[in-house]
């Protein structure tokens, strides 16, 4: 085995490992459904797969359109108190 080999197997390991913690990440959060929840470990542990689901970043936050969403759909207050318990989830799962 080269180097070469080497240096491209240590780095799909990386991203193998990275995706692996969006997942975990994305798995973590008390806002997200059973089903997603599973449906997403189970395509990471069967098939090495991270889905994406909608409204969602690669890294497992919610999308900055979501969280615009919010805003419109409900007053100040409310929107800043659900936007802040979100961004209180996403800082203790963030590395």
Not at 24 to 52: H, P, W
Not at 53 to 76: A, L, P, V
Request: charge should be negative; glycine fraction near 4%.
């Amino acid at each position: 085995m080269t180097y070469e080999d080497l240096k491209k197997q240590n780095e799909d390991l990386k991203q193998m490992i990275s995706s692996m913690r969006d997942v975990l990440r994305f798995c973590a959060r008390g806002d997200v459904g059973t089903y997603y929840q599973q449906e997403s470990a189970k395509e990471m542990l069967l098939n090495s797969r991270k889905i994406v689901w909608s409204n969602h970043n690669e890294d497992g936050t919610f999308t900055e359109e979501y969280k615009q969403g919010i805003k419109k759909r409900f007053d100040k207050d409310k929107a800043k108190e659900i936007l802040d318990r979100i961004e209180e989830i996403e800082s203790e799962l963030l590395p």
